[in-house]
């Protein structure tokens, strides 16, 4: 599986994530490239907005896994509705 790729450029910075999984992956190593301190300003701001495109796509994930399982709670079984 190839690993989520650091160099988020303008351009790709709105692309969808595959999974939860990935987009945490590239979360976790946005916030490092971010931290060493080693990025420009420009750079930073690209990947601050692909940061916070990303926590918004997993907040929606864990939200719909949220309801799904108050479903469940209730004893009703209905399909996981996963739009994004």
Known sequence: MPKASPQTTEQDFSAQ???Y????LEIEE?????ESGKLPL???LVS?????LLLKYCR??????EEQIKVLEDGDLKP???DQ
């Open 60 to 65: 929606e994930q864990l939200s719909s896994v």
């Open 48 to 52: 601050y907005k692909r940061g916070a």
């Open 42 to 44: 420009e750079k930073l």
């Open 17 to 19: 994530p595959a999974s």
């Open 21 to 24: 999984e990935s987009a945490m």
């Open 30 to 34: 946005l916030v490092s490239q971010m």
């Open 80 to 82: 996981w509705k996963n």
